[in-house]
């Protein structure tokens, strides 16, 4: 019932700047907190960054000060700006987001299939 669709994943130069979009679509009463993920090849997916209905935002030590997490709730669409690229960055990133769908009273995360993300040295 609900589709999370993240864009705007490709390869970039360290020091350069990527902005990401992930747009919600389906049976959508309302979101709540949404956040991005990412995974590297052999690594533990980790949280980077999620903000909240309200807008409250909070960031993983590693991307603080680098990116920004953002929402436009008229348009169910969550942003990830990236700047001061690193390699470390490279990563497969996750949409991710807490959903109240038609008939239900009580939020479940969905999530996108991913874009990648790649950093050159």
């Known amino acids: 019932q609900v589709q999370l669709v993240e864009s705007g994943g490709g390869l970039v130069q360290a020091g350069g700047s990527l902005r990401l979009s992930c747009a919600a679509s389906?049976?959508?009463?309302?979101?709540?907190?949404m956040g991005w993920y990412r995974q590297a090849p052999g690594k533990q997916r980790e949280l980077v960054a999620t903000?909240?209905?309200?807008?409250?935002?909070n960031y993983a030590d590693s991307v603080k000060g680098r990116f920004a997490i953002s929402r436009d709730n008229a348009k169910n669409t969550m942003y990830l700006q990236m700047n001061s690229l690193k390699p470390e960055d490279t990563a497969a990133y996750y949409c991710?987001?807490?959903?109240?769908?038609?008939?239900?009273?009580?939020?479940?995360?969905?999530w996108g299939q991913g874009t990648q993300v790649t950093v050159s040295s």
């Open positions: 991710n987001a807490k959903i109240i769908i038609s008939g239900s009273a009580f939020p479940r995360n969905y």
């Open positions: 903000i909240t209905s309200g807008g409250s935002t």
């Open positions: 389906g049976s959508i009463v309302s979101i709540n907190a």
